[in-house]
């Protein structure tokens, strides 16, 4: 990206940021049919925790102290450990295009956190932009029309909400830790504690599931396991931020809402997901309503 501007800079890896996320949903809903949730967070995380490793290694970034180190890297138990954990789940029962788009909610979900954490008060265009990005949401998932609900289970939707919701207060605690650590430690130290709780949680798994342990059956399912968990979470994040260097929050959270237009894109070429009319009508106006809050500033915290 030599010769960009910082801005410039800035919105590219936003948008870079939203492609990885939006492709890497698509790749662990296709993963789901082969391998259960926890061993996917597991098998995701551990490919990109190295990768983040090596990164660091390289360019020889120092971690900081303990202390320093401990005020942050537990709240990666939030995210990615119960964020993507539910998510995964959720995943299992519903579309790809249709979680992504749920996650948008989370610029809502940040001022709603923030207002029972931090006391923040919402502005009057928040309240009214955030009843017409969730009509929205309600059209584009279907709950209106049985038919248009078809493979949005109650429990997927309800558990996607659920980890967006676990992002948003990730989001907002993290805001509240001044740091000077390089973002890349950051997030490899959170990574590394989330791949440590989705271990613990791994013996579970393999006890409720009917058939066990369960990995990866051949390399092509390798391969997009641990893809899917590069381009997700040592990516992605790190794409983020670097954008949140270079351009403020608002400005890059803006552009992390075309998540769900290219999750919705990709799903519909790889998983022929296919929505009606109405259906992308809703989505139109959720992902507008979503970046007009993000816009506003109301997120910032």
């Not at 790749?27 to 949730?37: F, I, N």
Request: hydrophobic share 60%.
């Amino acid at each position: 990206m030599k010769g960009l501007s910082s801005f410039q800079v800035g919105i590219s890896t936003a948008i870079l940021a939203a492609l990885c996320w939006g492709t890497a949903t698509v790749m662990s809903k296709s993963a789901l049919a082969d391998v259960p949730p926890v061993s996917l967070l597991v098998l995701q995380l551990a490919g990109s925790v190295v990768v983040l490793w090596l990164v660091v290694r390289v360019q020889r970034v120092s971690s900081g102290s303990w202390q320093e180190i401990a005020r942050y890297a537990w709240l990666g138990v939030l995210e990615p450990g119960l964020a993507y954990l539910f998510g995964l789940i959720g995943l299992t029962d519903m579309k790809a295009g249709a979680a992504t788009l749920i996650q948008s909610s989370e610029a809502i979900m940040i001022v709603v956190v923030s207002v029972v954490i931090l006391r923040v008060v919402p502005t009057g265009r928040f309240l009214i932009l955030s009843v017409v990005a969730l009509a929205g949401l309600i059209i584009a998932l279907g709950l209106l029309n049985s038919g248009e609900a078809a493979g949005n289970g109650i429990l997927g939707i309800t558990l996607m909400f659920l980890a967006t919701a676990v992002a948003a207060i990730y989001v907002v605690l993290s805001s509240r830790i001044a740091l000077k650590t390089s973002p890349i430690v950051i997030v490899a130290w959170q990574q590394t504690v989330a791949l440590v709780f989705a271990l613990i949680l791994l013996p579970a798994e393999w006890l409720l599931s009917p058939g066990g342990i369960a990995m990866p059956q051949s390399a092509k399912i390798w391969t997009l396991v641990l893809v899917s968990g590069i381009i997700q979470y040592a990516l992605g994040f790190s794409l983020y931020m670097r954008a949140l260097g270079c351009i403020s929050a608002n400005i890059a959270g803006s552009f992390l809402n075309l998540t769900p237009v290219f999750g919705l894109g990709i799903a519909f070429v790889f998983l022929d997901e296919v929505m009606t009319p109405v259906q992308l009508v809703g989505t139109a106006v959720t992902i507008i309503a979503v970046m007009a809050i993000s816009l506003s500033g109301q997120t910032q915290h």
